[in-house]
């Protein structure tokens, strides 16, 4: 069964500083890794998507890594801003749950202070 | 136009209410999600829906009742409902639910359900 960590919970930081946000996994054989933020009582923003075969995406001010063999992601958001305050949730889709089916991790709060 | 919408935004129900919730994407996707979200939890997938038939059930009571008229349109019929079923309740959808699940799932904005 796949587990998804995300550490830490919570996470405040003052605003302009460079930020990692971590993903752990426990099953390596993942179709995808897919990062949202979600603003209080609202929907889940997709930020990127990142393929089984890939190492890396680039949006912006953010870039995530993969690293299937240490069941590892991060998020690196630049130059924080605080309208980046938001939690911050990460979703693996794997080979051995039902097709279609996400595994999502608690989620790091972020709070990013003027 | 990467939208989900969802209508309601909020719902207040008692117990004995009969009410729908409506999801609508014109972007093409296959399929269509139903998540259930409590406070400071992730999403919990409830059913997905891949070229109109309904592919997963997580199990979810009955009183939740989901349809997929169409390609672009996804319900959830809710009846005779607990108060702990008061929660976020999300849509979302990707292009396709596949073998390989290699898609991105897009988000709508949730409805509020408040059961009373």
């Known amino acids: 069964k796949q587990e998804v960590t995300q550490i830490p919970a919570a996470l405040s930081v003052p605003e302009g500083e460079n930020l990692v946000l971590n993903c752990s996994f426990t099953d390596s054989a993942i179709y995808n890794l897919q990062w949202f933020r979600q603003d209080p009582g609202k929907g889940l923003t997709s930020l990127l998507l990142?393929?089984?075969?890939?190492r890396e995406q680039t949006s912006g001010r953010l870039n995530a890594s993969l690293d299937k063999s240490s069941g590892r992601s991060t998020l690196y958001i630049a130059a924080s801003q605080p309208g980046d305050s938001a939690t911050y949730l990460c979703?693996?889709?794997?080979?051995?749950?039902?097709?279609?089916?996400?595994?999502f991790g608690d989620g790091t709060t972020l709070t990013v202070k003027p | 136009d990467t939208e989900v919408t969802q209508t309601p935004k909020h719902l207040v129900m008692g117990m004995t209410n009969k009410k729908s919730l409506k999801c609508e994407q014109h972007m093409g996707h296959r399929a269509m999600y139903w998540y259930k979200q409590k406070a400071k939890k992730p999403p919990e997938l409830m059913f997905v829906?891949?070229?109109?038939?309904?592919?997963i059930n997580e199990s979810v009571p009955s009183r939740f009742s989901p349809e997929c008229p169409n390609s672009s349109l996804l319900n959830l019929h809710l009846h005779a409902l607990q108060p702990e079923d008061s929660a976020l309740y999300l849509c979302?959808?990707?292009?396709?639910?596949?073998?390989?699940?290699?898609?991105?799932?897009?988000f709508g904005p949730g409805t509020r359900l408040t059961v009373t």
């Open positions: 829906y891949s070229y109109e038939k309904l592919s």
């Open positions: 990142i393929q089984s075969s890939q």
């Open positions: 979703a693996v889709r794997s080979y051995n749950t039902n097709a279609g089916k996400s595994t």
């Open positions: 979302a959808s990707s292009h396709n639910q596949g073998l390989y699940g290699a898609y991105e799932q897009y």
